[in-house]
């Protein structure tokens, strides 16, 4: 069953847990005066949609050309910076989108009044909830309809938990693009998110590297590279969250030391990245 207050609450919830992280300024997270916002004007929709906007919480960029992150390649929309903007894929007019994919694997988020729910709409089709036979002979119109879908609070509940439990991490990006954030995770399945949530204190995490050894002989080259790469991912996550701990998280926090380190080691994680593709690719340097 849908409710704006309890919606507006949730999403509050949310926000008020993302800014806790070592990424946004706290005055990046907006709270609408009692009376609601008196500047949304999104075209197509009804006056449940108008009225729940009016009275949301939002992320608001410090600059219109960078973009915040709320999740992998998901962007928060900011309505009352957004003004008379159509939707690029149209919902219904009792659907609105909190959230925006940045790249192809990045999460729509639809909320919707009529059902009080959110769907998790993906344009690689990620959440969908029908065969894939059945998901490409949809019209694009309608591909959003055949996603992972929840009621609002549930939703939002679990997204915020999974940032208290550094389940997900936020941190800066030091090239500020494509968003002015980057997304970090320790589980690489939802069922190891749910098992990490469920999980005690925080401690320390050290991933066991297997890209030495000598036990995957009968991997291909694609393979043996597939497999340092995702080690190398799943070692910068865990130097992400082991930092966020020593400096105290969660209740002695101290997010702007925690984010100055986090910046340094995104730097150091670019450079590395670059001479990684570098031995991949030695020949690159000549067309550079």
Not at 109 to 124: A, P, V
Request: charged share 30%; proline share 7%.
């Amino acid at each position: 069953m849908y409710s704006r207050d309890d919606t507006a609450r949730a999403v509050l919830r949310f926000y008020q847990e993302v800014i806790r992280h070592p990424y946004l300024n706290d005055n990046a997270l907006i709270i609408p005066p009692p009376t609601g916002w008196d500047s949304i004007k999104i075209q197509g929709k009804n006056e449940t949609v108008l009225d729940l906007l009016r009275h949301l919480p939002y992320l608001r960029s410090e600059n219109q050309y960078r973009r915040l992150l709320v999740h992998w390649e998901t962007v928060p929309v900011c309505y009352p910076d957004t003004q008379n903007s159509q939707e690029v894929y149209p919902l219904p007019a009792y659907c609105v989108y909190l959230t925006h994919s940045v790249d192809r694997e990045g999460t729509s988020l639809i909320l919707d009044t009529n059902k009080g729910t959110t769907t998790e709409y993906t344009h690689t089709g990620s959440h969908i909830i029908v065969s894939c036979e059945e998901y490409d002979a949809l019209p694009e119109s309608d591909k959003w309809k055949v996603h992972r879908t929840s009621p609002i609070t549930e939703f939002f509940d679990s997204w915020t938990r999974k940032y208290e439990k550094l389940v997900w991490m936020l941190v800066p990006n030091p090239i500020g693009q494509p968003t002015t954030g980057r997304f970090y995770s320790r589980a690489e399945t939802r069922v190891e998110e749910e098992e990490l949530v469920e999980q005690g204190l925080p401690e320390p995490w050290h991933p066991v590297d297997d890209t030495s050894g000598n036990d995957h002989g009968d991997e291909s080259e694609l393979d043996r590279e597939h497999r340092k790469t995702r080690a190398r991912a799943r070692k910068h996550a865990a130097d992400v969250y082991n930092t966020y701990l020593r400096y105290g998280w969660p209740d002695h926090f101290d997010k702007q030391r925690c984010r100055a380190e986090l910046l340094e080691l995104e730097k150091i994680k670019d450079a590395d990245d670059r001479r990684w593709m570098d031995e991949m690719n030695p020949d690159a340097a000549l067309f550079g």
